[in-house]
């Protein structure tokens, strides 16, 4: 049963129930289905809190592993409770705000910075049929509001009133406009030989064969990691909050749960482009080469294998200095991915002629 | 007027309602943007319409604009407009902006001749309110049509885009130091 078909079956016996009573049905089924919207979207909510607190710990026993130690083991089984010990540490922290900042800009740019990341959620191909929408431009959404981000980054840096934030803040969107180009030309490889931007259909065309496994694929998916890794500031990308070099570039001023918002948003936009990449590369759904059919606990497993990719890079590669960081994604990134679309049309033009 | 509001079904009032806010935002928006002291601000309120813009485009069905509009304007263009800003000010300037300067008499006199045309003419004008025979315009159509109907304007307009990204960097140069191989040793 999918999402449309449980909406619907839920509607029509509200409008059963208020036809009985002697309400008008019409407005029944709207508060039924404006009823069903709320509830999704709190469950999309509730996905963000437990990911972001989730994704904390797993950051803090992957890297500790990674190093050879433990990382937290105190408070709750194996620490899992220590990401609720910082979000009240955080909260208890005093809020501290500098001198000569824009009002407007420093209180919105941390209120602002989940927006994106979270309204993404609403389009991932959860399980066949359970895409909460399912837009015909699905991915052309998601990258669309993942570029909406950038100016809210802006105004991280500008509203400090802290020349560092500002650098940080305007190398952080200089990264960030750069590396968006190749990922959407990565992803755009896929959609040319799927043929639509639709999320469901670009899953449902991997069900026997993921995209990964053709050599287009596999170099597009490595773009597309790079420039995802890119996105959300992690190492090797994070020269703009790098503690050594610019204090703590865009977010340098913000304390307590302003930091914490800046966080979340940060491990939230990992999540996503994890989601992203699980479901045009991976087979979203789909088990490998159609084992297992469709089944959810198959694109949780890509996602945290994704998340863990990356918190894999972040102790494994040296940090890349800003220059070296634009030459790789100007020079070197953009040149490859359109050598991959020309690659994919070739590829496709072959296909078609051998019919 | 208000016999117009018996028969709207549920959604329909939520479509109206939504645009009614969607219009009123954007048009604080744009007069924030001529309004505001601090340039920065007023850049930012020139997202919100640019975001109204694409929100009334994807209440029309355009739905491939109404991305495209956020992904070109608010992702690009707003922030083109910021960085000029920062970049051609000194910090914390807001206060010498006078949001009116002396010709406020003249700039009354026009402005309000304007709006007193358009408040004639457009209650008037015979709006298209269906359209007759669209496809729908989602990527495949536009795709379509901009690689046979509309080619040569495309080419056009890549061969502009050329242009600018080459004036762009010849403007951006640094200039070449003049003789160096003086001191290099």
């Known amino acids: ?355 | 007027m208000m016999e117009q509001f018996n028969n709207i079904a549920p959604w329909e009032w939520v479509q109206l309602i939504s645009f009614y806010a969607i219009a009123a935002m954007m048009v604080l928006g744009a007069l924030f943007v001529v309004t505001m002291k601090n340039i920065f601000h007023a850049a930012l309120s020139l997202a919100v319409v640019a975001m109204g813009a694409a929100v009334v485009y994807l209440m029309l069905d355009a739905e491939f604009l109404g991305f495209v509009q956020i992904m070109v304007y608010v992702g690009a263009v707003i922030t083109l407009i910021a960085f000029v800003v920062m970049l051609t000010q000194r910090a914390n300037q807001s206060g010498d902006n006078k949001a009116t300067n002396h010709q406020k008499f003249i700039s009354f006199v026009s402005v309000g001749t304007v709006l007193a045309l358009l408040l004639w003419k457009i209650p008037n004008a015979s709006w298209l309110t269906t359209v007759t025979n669209a496809e729908l315009a989602n990527a495949h159509t536009i795709g379509n049509a901009l690689l046979t109907d509309y080619l040569l304007p495309f080419e056009a307009v890549s061969v502009l885009l050329l242009a600018v990204l080459i004036g762009a960097i010849v403007l951006s140069r640094r200039e070449k130091p003049a003789k160096d191989d003086g001191g290099a040793e």
């Open chain 1, 1 to 355: 049963m999918t999402l449309i078909e449980l909406t619907i079956k839920i509607v029509e016996w509200v409008q059963a129930l208020a036809a009985a009573r002697g309400i008008d049905p019409s407005w029944a089924g709207f508060a039924a289905e404006v009823a069903i919207m709320c509830v999704l979207g709190g469950i999309v909510l509730a996905m963000v809190s437990v990911a972001g607190m989730l994704l904390i710990w797993m950051e803090r026993k992957v890297s500790a592993h990674m190093q050879s130690r433990i990382g937290p083991n105190r408070v709750g089984p194996f620490g899992l409770f220590q990401s609720v010990a910082d979000a009240v540490k955080l909260l208890l922290k005093e809020d501290i705000s500098p001198r000569g900042k824009d009002l407007i800009s420093f209180w919105l740019a941390p209120m602002l910075i989940s927006v994106p990341a979270v309204m993404s959620f609403a389009c991932f191909p959860y399980h066949k049929g359970w895409i909460p929408i399912d837009l015909d431009l699905g991915l052309l959404y998601l990258m669309a509001i993942g570029s909406a981000a950038v100016i809210i980054i802006f105004m991280a840096g500008y509203g400090s009133n802290n020349k560092y934030s500002m650098l940080g803040g305007m190398r952080t969107i200089a990264q960030i406009i750069t590396y968006e180009i190749p990922a959407v030309l990565a992803v755009t490889a896929v959609v040319m030989t799927t043929g639509s931007l639709k999320m469901s259909t670009i899953v449902d065309a991997q069900s026997q064969v993921w995209n990964i496994f053709s050599v287009w694929g596999l170099i597009a998916f490595i773009i597309y990691i790079i420039c995802a890794t890119a996105e959300t500031n992690r190492t090797p990308f994070d020269l703009p909050e790098a503690e050594s070099e610019l204090v703590a570039g865009y977010h340098t001023e913000y304390t307590g749960m302003k930091f914490a918002l800046f966080f979340v948003a940060e491990y939230t936009n990992m999540v996503v482009v994890s989601a992203i990449a699980s479901a045009v590369f991976l087979g979203g759904y789909y088990g490998p080469f159609g084992l297992g059919g469709a089944s959810p606990v198959w694109m949780l497993l890509k996602v945290i294998a994704m998340i863990y990719l990356m918190m894999w890079f972040r102790w494994t590669f040296p940090r890349l200095r800003i220059d070296q960081m634009m030459m790789f994604g100007w020079k070197v990134l953009l040149p490859i991915s359109f050598a991959n679309i020309v690659l994919v049309g070739i590829w496709m033009a072959f296909k078609t002629l051998g019919q």
